[in-house]
């Protein structure tokens, strides 16, 4: 685990606001966008942002703490997981 | 790198849908140094080395399953066969050390500790022969210790006298056991050709070829690959084998990525990853529904075997591509209780004894978690035992039988365990008696290496 990116990904119904709250929660951590996509996926809101947090002082837990409460509020679902979970499952 | 979304999208449903998850990061520790002629030194020993090595286990594991977002259900830990770390010690009865142990789990919170085991294929020791008697209370006065015993090799043949002692263990087991339908069974595991890096239960043992901590990690998926199979359009067997492959190896990697940062953060050496398609007793998290997936009205069915070979291969060859790290059992389970689909074949009266012995020549363990009367005679366990040792011993794999002779139950009535363990309706076994051959003692040879028709 070298870097300190993450992928977020926000799947729930879509509605007003979800990405500018959830990147509002994003600001206040110092997390950085370095990507973001999204789709309609059977009717579903996807979201996928490629993240990179603050090298120091970064609360992880406190931050998918965070993040997923504010999807609770939304109504959606929010992971914040680290990019390698993703790297190395479909890449050697 | 740039990663693409639909990868990501496919990892995210595989944990959210398909029951994707790291069954077990299970930390094996020596104890090979806490020898003592004391019994009670003996136990002071061990509860302080096993606590002091696996002190981090459980909060790094649970660190590592929030940074990545996949989920580790169990974190457990293995430990040096027991009758081999406790030879010395001059009591006669062990089971103090298992109450030991089970103390030691609880005051590490982890699920399981496996260890109290013994390596007897070719004969016993003092030592051995102590703590195979001791197996029935300590599977009874404890919660979370696992016992097995290797009765088989390939090298050595099998040992029909352990084989002839641990029908009646098992059956004292049940007893000892009887107000809970005999689960103490269900935490004792007999092997041929046992591993020695396994990190499941009710088998895991730190073997005494391994270093002095290490960590092993199994893998689970059998949602994931169900899932993979059913999207596949008229598909034939080949496409099948090759789609099982190439999820194996996406399991088999995410495994790999969490066993070693586990290992780094912990600084101990990273032993092997065991991809083994494990059920649960959750829908959609079944090995019988991959076979039935393939074309088969229920697991059991004719053709059964067969499917369940190619299955068992695939994941292999999956496995083994995506890390070199690939050990301990690495294959199917076919454990009827913990299974919907299997339970619900047996209810069908589509799977028998019979066949799920055959179904075990080509799957990666044994007779597993299978609910038997409770008159079944001892002697009729260990002809049971002494069949699966047969075909593990002559086919070159591990074999194991872990079988429960639920008290006071018969045809028609089922067993419940609870959580990963399940529950199972009873299956009948032969009536016709084994008693003499099993009697009868001794050791049935190795077996010739050539002229293999």
């Known amino acids: ?91 050697v | 790198m740039h990663i693409n979304p639909n990868e990501i999208l496919e990892t995210i449903q595989m944990v959210r849908m398909e029951h ?35 002190k981090e286990l459980v909060h790094v594991t649970n660190e590592i399953q929030s940074l990545y977002g996949i989920p580790i259900i169990n974190k457990r830990i293995s430990v040096t066969p ?18 030991t142990m089970d103390e030691a789990a609880k005051d590490s919170q982890v699920d399981f500790i496996g260890g109290f085991s013994a390596l007897v294929h070719k004969g016993a020791t003092v030592g051995d022969l102590k703590l195979i008697n001791s197996i029935p209370e300590a599977l009874a006065c404890t919660e979370k210790v696992c016992s097995s015993v290797n009765v088989a090799t390939t090298k050595t043949g099998i040992n029909m006298d352990a084989v002839g002692l641990m029908g009646s263990i098992i059956k004292k087991t049940a007893d000892l056991t009887s107000d ?24 895991a043992f730190h073997g005494i070829g391994e270093p002095e901590c290490v960590i092993n990690v199994g893998v689970s998926g059998p949602g994931v690959v169900n899932a993979a199979i059913c999207e596949l359009e008229n598909p034939n067997l080949t496409e099948i084998s090759e789609t099982i492959k190439k999820t194996a190896f996406k399991i088999t990697r995410m495994g790999e990525m969490v066993g070693r940062e586990v290992s780094r953060r912990l600084g101990v050496e990273f032993g092997i990853l065991d991809l083994s398609l494990a059920p649960t007793p959750a829908i959609g998290d079944s090995v019988a529904a991959i076979l039935e997936a393939m074309g088969l009205e229920r ?20 496995g083994a591509m995506a890390s070199s790290s690939v050990g301990g059992l690495s294959g199917a389970f076919i454990p009827v209780s913990e299974d919907a689909g299997m ?3 047996v209810r069908a009266g589509a799977l028998s004894l019979e066949k799920l012995e055959a179904m075990t ?26 069949d699966e040792m047969a075909i593990g011993v002559i086919n070159k794999k591990t074999t194991a039988v872990r079988i429960i002779p639920a008290p006071g139950k018969g045809i028609g009535d089922s067993v419940e365990f609870g959580g990963l363990l399940g529950n199972a309706p009873i299956m009948p076994v032969s009536g016709f008696s084994s008693e003499v051959f099993v009697k009868r003692g001794g050791r049935i040879p190795a077996p010739i290496q050539s002229l293999t028709n």
């Open chain 1, 1 to 91: 685990m070298a870097s300190s990116r993450f992928i977020i990904t926000v799947i729930g119904s879509d509605r007003v606001g979800i990405v500018a709250k959830v990147t509002t929660v994003m600001a206040s951590f110092n997390v950085n966008i370095v990507d973001i996509t999204q789709t309609i996926m059977q009717g579903i809101f996807t979201m996928i942002m490629l993240a990179e947090a603050p090298q120091e002082n970064f609360d992880l837990s406190a931050f998918q703490e965070a993040m997923s409460a504010e999807g609770k509020s939304l109504g959606v679902e929010v992971k914040v997981q680290h990019e390698d979970a993703f790297r190395f499952m479909h890449r």
């Open chain 2, 299 to 318: 697991c059991g069915a004719h053709g059964t075997t067969a499917a369940l070979a190619l299955l068992n291969d695939a994941v292999k060859k999956g």
């Open chain 2, 20 to 54: 994707l998850d790291i069954r077990t990061v299970t930390m094996g520790i020596s104890l090979r140094d806490c020898s003592h002629p004391d019994i009670e030194v003996f136990n002071e020993n061990i509860y302080e080395k096993i606590t002091t090595r696996a």
């Open chain 2, 343 to 345: 339970i619900e074949a």
């Open chain 2, 82 to 99: 027991i009758a081999v770390a406790a030879e010395s010690c001059k009591s006669h009865d062990f089971a103090s050390i298992a109450k």
């Open chain 2, 180 to 203: 809970r339908d005999g689960i103490g069974c269900a935490k004792l595991v007999v092997f041929a050709n046992a591993p020695e890096d396994n990190p499941f239960m009710a088998g």
């Open chain 2, 361 to 386: 020549s080509v799957c990666s363990v044994g007779l597993d978690m299978i609910a038997v009367p409770g008159n079944t005679p001892a002697s009729t366990l260990s002809a049971i035992i002494a």
